[in-house]
């Protein structure tokens, strides 16, 4: 440790919590030189290197990955070089998976499960250049909160956002469309609101201007009225009730119950250079979702994120909603939220389903990010490597294994139904939408 390491050290804990941190670091390094590479990989057949730059959004949902590096789980599975950096916006982090970490980049990231796709068709980087992608395992389930301001509190949207529809054409009528915020076209949080405004009648291209907020500043924007509804993730959702600014319309949950949100992305060339090595981050990462899903870690796992050091936000903005308890804002609160934040669940909230991932692709190509003849099984097998999840599943233990890459036909809030085997027939089911 450098000199100014231990002064910044000393300064901020005190001599005895110095020597305490310490101990600690010492009792992590030996447990990384005990467990890799022999105990956790075959003699010889370690990770090929210790290095690896992440990156991560200042949301909730982004926790395995800080409480991975803080909980020294890289460093147990013979990643100790192991970095986790913040990233601005959805844009910035993919601008970043393009220049990797030779490039002052990063090598993977917590991610909008579409972007690895967009990403890898060239669809949304510089110059329409692919990148190829791949997704090892999926972060969490539900808990983004579609929220709308405090002026359309009285018409009482929620899940059903048809109450809003009149005034938001009213607006249009006036010529001062409503604006809704998401975080990055395409994403998961796009199309959850677009779902939400279809499913009413509202169109998102044409009856509201949909707008590109990044996560953090969701409710700064909101304050200032520059937009009137948002989807993202937490803590904002809950930030923005507790300031009494707006409330939540509905936990996306309510839209499709334990949906699949965010991923856990990364380079192909990484992945392809460093198989250990990405074996590695991806059993440290499983650990750590197992980690922030039981129930009787949730409050350090809020104060872990909250830190300056991560999301500088209140631990009160984080932990209600972490543990299940809903205050919408709206006098509905919930106390034991069945759509509660899920990390682990036994396994298949990890387990990246291709079938999820094949819904994300025909709801982009439902709104033109994708062309219509697009081949998405073809590309949901080259960018979806569930192959190495289970590999590093069966390498932790306690993990419940899918028998399937498919969960079968899901249903939604308004009795839609997607069958992975049939996605034309879903687009076809649906009225508002880009394609014909």
Known sequence: MSKDARTFLTASLGRRDVLRAGAGAAATMAAARVLAPSGVFAQGAGPETTKATLGYIALTDSAPLIVAKEKGFFAKYGMPDVQVVKQASWGTTRDNLVLGSEGNGIDGAHILTPMPYLISAGKVTQQNIPLPMYILARLNYDAQAISVGAAYKALKPTVDAKPLKEEFLKKKAAGQQAKVAMTFPGGTHDLWIRYWLAA?????????????????????????????AFCVGEPWGAQLVGQGIGFSACNTSEIWKDHPEKSFGMRAAYVDKYPNAAKALLMAVMEAQKFCDDMANKDEVAAIVGTRAWFNVPVKDIVGRLKGVYDYGDGRVVENSPGLMKFWGGGPVSYPYQSHDMWFLTEDIRWGKFAPDTDIKAMVAKVNREDLWKEAAKAIGGATIPESTSRGVETFFDGKTFDPAQPTAYLESLDIKRVA
Do not use: F, L, S
């Open 200 to 228: 009413a009648g509202i169109d998102p291209d044409k009856d509201v201007e949909t707008i590109v907020v990044p996560p953090p500043q969701m409710v700064a924007n909101m304050k200032v009225g520059t937009m009137d």
